[in-house]
DNA sequence: CACTAAACGAGACGGTACGTCCCGTCTTGAA
DNA sequence: TTCAAGACGGGACGTACCGTCTCGTTTAGTG
């Protein structure tokens, strides 16, 4: 029962995912997911062995992994520190702010976010500081500032505007340029 | 159909919470949180006419408000910034680790969580920023910190390392202070 | 899950062996069943809870005691041997003439029947015999007849015409009563 | 779609035959029958194009074709018209008491039997009773008894004995020669 | 002191979705 | 060409819950 053909397997996870849009994690069902992949009940399962359960961790992954992949193609041509931040700020919070899934979640299922006290968020953290290293690595640093701590420092602060940017408009560059100096950068550079 | 007894309620939302605490939230079904607590399922839509939904959203909610309750009785009267933080990440940390919920949830759902882009967030941050600004204003800041910015900066640091504590041990009270001193309190003191 | 509702347990056979007139056991689904039955699937389940398997069982039985019922309806105050035996006769095979079950099942799954070598017809033999034993008790014997084998004997005869009447047309009382006299009697009175 | 193998035919046929021996009809799916016979799902519906129930039907067919073809076997030597039913009534009983397939169905579908109500004895009716007609031509009958209702008289008490003996044991050669000389052939020779 | 009203237990029922099994069709590739 | 291998749509199965409803039984509270 092997998985031969990716592209369906695609095509079910994108079919999820905007019946996940619509309608919500708890009001989708396998059967709404495979009619909008036009695709029987019997081939989600034959993908999806783990029935419901796995398809929807699957559709998690690999939106997770679209939104940081988009988030690279963003970013990855900036020159400095100060504008892959800025890049980054800006693009993550229109993302999400658009972001049907997460829109939809909020409004009709709110308390399966709002667990900020993940140990997810770890991951992402290293990931975002991972990004940011290098750049860090040519710049020039405040004497005792180590690269590594900065980078971390930088990971967390970037994380939490993303998801609350609080009383910035992270719409306004001129405002994300002002955050990014006054706020993150002022304590390493 | 008003709710008569309160004590009940109380009892119904322990018991839904227990069950969770065993079997995970997908696991948990009504009837089984009914017996738990020695109450037949026709009750159970009498307390929550909105159902397994409305039910397992006020759980939530309930241990929401549990937690930031314990959190605030274990650093209320601790007088300076410096103890109140420390010892708030500390209580912070061993209670997650510590949290039956949690670590079920993790292990069964981990899907659930991660999402730490959430808006959930903001209000979380303003709770702990609002907790921490009379500290704030009774220490001496350094030139050009407002009141305002610190607290918020130090909100997010804070919620961040709760859920993510990176290469610090926040077991260790000498690490937890160290983090303190070098990492949080560094640009604003 | 007790069955606290007779008349609904005989609504959902009726509806079972309506369906089974209409379309054959093979393309009898529990669901076509149950909206004939004007009853939810579940509660198929819950009458049945041995499914498809027992509800075809309890049919079987249930028309199976409606045809012997109806036959002894049709013959019970009959006051000769004679008497018995023809009208039993007629009405069995104009009975099984209209069967609308049998004759659907007949042209749709004929291999389901003609298994005559069954040991079920033991139980029907005797039920027949022994329904005839009393009118053979009233009745004058050749010498050396016991009633027991005579009985016996016109049981297996009487079912066996029942269902291959051969050259008789058992529509015709005058043939009836002549295959009655010179078949099935003529060895014993 | 022409059926090239007669031999493969077979081999499935008797494939068939094994599982629905081990496992009774309804437990025997296309899938197990292919296996047993070494063959792919796909050249079962080659050769049995209206599928799982031409298969079936062509099983009972073919069993029911060897069934009478044994009998034949068993008797066919024989010289008189005692020794002909003797050892045909013997045979059959054991046949029927050491087949498989009546054994396993009669424990797991019992309710697929029992209808001895059935048309198809016509046709087995007329098989036994031509085969006896030879027989009763070279033997002395009583008068007034016409040799084709004397071989359907004892085609019906043959075929009902064989599925029900009653009181008979029909493994001992005793019993069975006492049976045909009282039961059967009394109101004939 | 009955009499009523509410809370509650018990459970039948319709309904939805689940995950599984099997059927019958079709395509592909190897012998 | 014949066959094996297997993906796929489709349909039914049996199970598990959900949410609604109706009973009957306490338990109070009131006229």
Redesign the interface.
């Known amino acids: 029962m092997a998985i031969a053909n990716e592209e369906l397997r695609e095509r079910i996870l994108h079919a999820t995912y905007d019946c996940i849009a619509r309608w919500g994690v ?1 009001r989708t069902s396998v059967e709404d997911a495979a009619s909008e992949a036009g695709v029987s009940r019997a081939t989600m399962y034959r993908y999806f062995p783990g029935g419901r ?1 796995q398809l ?2 699957a559709v ?2 690999w939106e ?1 992994g679209r939104f940081f992949q988009r988030l690279y193609d963003a970013v990855h041509d900036a020159s400095t520190l100060e504008e892959v931040i800025e890049r980054g700020l800006r693009y ?1 919070h229109r993302a ?1 702010a658009e972001h049907e899934v ?1 829109q939809v979640v ?1 409004k009709t299922e ?13 991951t ?2 290293e990931l975002i500081a991972g990004f940011l290293t290098p750049y860090l690595e040519h710049h020039e640093l405040r004497d005792g500032v180590v690269v590594a ?1 900065a980078a ?2 930088l990971a ?2 970037v ?6 940017p ?2 910035w408009d992270l719409d306004d560059p001129v405002q994300v340029a002002e955050l990014v100096r006054v ?1 993150l950068l ?2 390493i550079v």
Do not use: K, Q, W
């Open positions: 708890a359960e929807l961790h998690v992954e997770y993550a999400i997460l909020l709110p308390e399966l976010l709002g667990v900020t006290l993940s140990g997810e968020s770890a992402t953290l701590e971390d420092y967390r602060m994380l939490s505007y993303m998801g609350a609080g009383r706020e002022a304590g």
